[in-house]
């Protein structure tokens, strides 16, 4: 993974490294590896975080294309926000490197959504309200959160067709803390 830091938020590449792990998005990206077209620069995930800028609400804080997540925080962002980003563009990257056609022809971004909430909160990540100020993250994330978020990426990253569809973000964070 190459990360470049544009913003002046600090963030732990090494966190971000351990949450796109599992989704196994730390090795050369499939769609780099066919790429004979040049839609992709080098061959690992790469993630920009651009300058902290005030932006019109309409400009979406993140985005993913061809192997490359780009965040846009305000300088409300909590390095919390951007974290529950950067899971949100996880989802997209994992769903295009794993099978392009659902990706393509899927509307996923409202699963993705609540994979991210979901995510955040099995990390120990809490938000009073939808506000990119408001969401907050441990500096020190307990291993056993860890351990829970990289069950609950397993559930959805061992599907393959259909079943990917089918995968609830809610009821399978449920099923792993019993609440
Ligand atoms: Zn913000
Ligand atoms: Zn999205």
Known sequence: MRFQNESDIEIDRRLLR?????????????GAIQDDIGLYVGRYLR???RPTRRRRPSIPSGWYSCGAISIF?????TPG??????????????????DDG????????????????????LLGGRWRIKKCGSFRLPR???ARRHVLYDRYVGTLVSRQGAAIRQWNPNSESRRLTGR
């Open 81 to 98: 926000f951007v974290v529950s980003v950067f899971l949100h563009e996880l989802f997209h990257a994992w769903l295009s490197q794993h």
């Open 140 to 142: 020190t994330i307990p």
């Open 18 to 30: 351990r949450l796109a792990e599992p989704f196994g998005l730390m090795a050369p990206l499939p």
């Open 47 to 49: 993630v920009r975080l």
């Open 73 to 77: 925080p305000c300088p409300d962002c």
């Open 102 to 121: 659902i990706y393509l022809r899927w509307n996923h971004c409202s699963v993705a959504d609540r994979f991210s909430d979901r995510a955040f909160e």
